[in-house]
Every structure is written in structure tokens, then in C-alpha cells.
Nanobody, 122 residues
Framework: QVQLVESGGGLVQAGESLRLSCTASGIISSINTMSWFRQAPGKQRELVAVIDSAGGTDYADFVKGRFTISRDNAKNTVYLQMNSLKPEDTAVYSC????????????????WGRGTQVTVSS
């Protein structure tokens, strides 16, 4: 019914940049919040950044000033611009969307993408 597909991950050196994208498709009537999470090996998944439908944003302390989340509502897409990457940013980055679908108006659903690997070498 709904799919979230991430892209843009890869291998970079410390100090370099990457831009992640996540596009939602399917029977979507509206998307509320869109978020990026990450999970490093042996660690719990953690919230990186979130953006609401009005464009309001919030960031984890460990990415403030380095990462920027944005969204294109016409394309159902959320972006994560990652600058000044550090080796500790290495993780699988996944997007999340809280959205409403056409067949069940008024109810919110939580969807996840499969994730994209980001590896930062020192």
C-alpha cells in the first residue's frame, strides 16, 4: 500500500558530505511528520532529525549544526543533508513517515524504509 525508499548513502571520508533522500509512494492522502533515524552496529536506533508538515524541524544534539532535514511535499520526499561527517556517523539511516492513507481517512499510520548505509572513514 505504501512504500518508503531511501537513497544517497555511501562511503565518504571524514569531513565530507552526503545527501540522503526518502520518497514515499502509494495510497497516501497526507503525510504528517517525516523523520530520519540511524542505527550503528551494536547500538540502538536513534532519532536524527524530524520535520513536520509545516516545515518545523528538530535535531538530535549530535547533529545540530551539521545536518539539515527538509522536505518536498509535492514529491512526498524528505531529505537529509549531512555535512562535516564524522566516523561516528557511520550507521544505517532509515526514514520514517507518519501518514494517512486513502482507504482509512482520519487514521495515522507509521511506515519505515529499509535504510541506506552511510560509512564515514577516518
Amino acid at each position: 500500500q505504501v512504500q518508503l525508499v531511501e537513497s544517497g548513502g555511501g562511503l565518504v571520508q571524514a569531513g565530507e558530505s552526503l545527501r540522503l533522500s526518502c520518497t514515499a509512494s502509494g495510497i497516501i492522502s497526507s503525510i504528517n511528520t517525516m523523520s530520519w533515524f540511524r542505527q550503528a552496529p551494536g547500538k540502538q536506533r536513534e532519532l536524527v532529525a524530524v520535520i513536520d508538515s509545516a516545515g518545523g524541524t528538530d535535531y538530535a544534539d549530535f547533529v545540530k549544526g551539521r545536518f539539515t532535514i527538509s522536505r518536498d511535499n509535492a514529491k512526498n520526499t524528505v531529505y537529509l543533508q549531512m555535512n562535516s561527517l564524522k566516523p561516528e556517523d557511520t550507521a544505517v539511516y532509515s526514514c520514517n513517515a507518519v501518514l494517512e492513507i486513502l482507504t482509512h481517512p482520519g487514521r495515522e499510520y507509521d511506515y519505515w524504509g529499509r535504510g541506506t548505509q552511510v560509512t564515514v572513514s577516518s
